[in-house]
Structure formats: C-alpha cells, structure tokens
Nanobody, 116 residues
Framework: QVQLVESGGGLVQPGGSLRLSCEAS????????MSWYRQAPGKERELVAA????????NYADSVKGRFTISRDNAKNTVYLQMNSLKPEDTAVYYC?????????WGQGTQVTVSS
C-alpha cells in the first residue's frame, strides 16, 4: 500500500503561480509512474500531467501545456506540479496518482482556487 500526501494548494489570483507537492510513502518511489489529475465541480476527473518512472518523460493536457511543469525528486519520494499563469478555469481539486503495473494509488486531493 502506498500513501500519497498532497500539499501546496490554496487561493491565488489569475496570472499567479502555485507549486503542488505529493510525497509518497514507499521505498520504491522511482519505480512508479506519477501523475496529477484534477476535478472541477460537476466535471469528470481529468489528467493534467504525467511523468514516467524510468526516463522521466512527461506529457500534459493541452489546456496546461506551456503553463504547468511536472517533475520528480526520487531522493525525496516527491512529485511536483509547478503551475504558472493560472486561470479561473484551473480551479479544481488536484489529485496525485501513483501507478506501477496493475496497482494505482490516489492522494486525498488539494484544492486550488483561482479567483480575484
């Protein structure tokens, strides 16, 4: 069982920045592919960004390309999501996800609200 704890959410004005962190409780963090998802009220959960376990290759939803950056620090068992140029439509609960083979784990989520 892997526990994921997100942090870094909050209220920010449009155009501002936030950095989300997700720390994993596992000794084999580097073997997990990590992702960030988000879910806005009344909408389905959607993939925002992902990073592979090996090469650290990344991919992003079209809506966040050029604004968000996913990265990982395997020594700290942590994945990050740097969010710049935030827009009101980025408002959502952001969830961290860890995947290895058939196993998937979710964090509890952290609220991001973009509003003036």
């Amino acid at each position: 069982q892997v526990q994921l704890v997100e942090s870094g959410g909050g209220l920010v004005q449009p155009g501002g920045s936030l950095r989300l962190s997700c720390e994993a409780s596992t000794f084999t963090f580097s073997s997990y592919a990590m992702s960030w998802y988000r879910q806005a009220p009344g909408k389905e959960r959607e993939l925002v960004a992902a990073i592979t376990s090996a090469e650290g290759s990344t991919n992003y939803a079209d809506s966040v390309k050029g604004r968000f950056t996913i990265s990982r620090d395997n020594a700290k068992n942590t994945v990050y999501l740097q969010m710049n140029s935030l827009k009101p439509e980025d408002t959502a609960v952001y969830y961290c996800n860890a995947r290895r083979g058939a196993f998937r784990y979710w964090g509890q989520g952290t609220q991001v609200t973009v509003s003036s």
